[in-house]
């Protein structure tokens, strides 16, 4: 195997590492975070940093002017 290889095996690991974790999580604490420019700001769990929904305009506004 070469090293391309190596590094995506362990990208792969670590993916189904985070998932498992995700999907344990319980998500009691989330954070409005921008997410990128085709998603734009979400709640965010903040342990586990699962996208968990969308914020209202007011949610959005308040987050907006901190």
């Not at 990208?11 to 734009?40: A, W």
């Amino acid at each position: 195997m070469g090293k391309a290889d190596n590094l995506l095996n362990k990208i792969s690991k670590y993916q189904r590492e985070l998932k498992v974790l995700q999907d344990n999580c319980i998500h009691t604490e989330k954070d409005i975070r921008f997410v990128d420019y085709e998603k734009g700001v979400r709640f965010v769990c903040r342990d586990c940093k699962l996208v968990l929904g969308w914020p209202s305009n007011k949610e959005v506004g308040k987050w907006a002017s901190k």
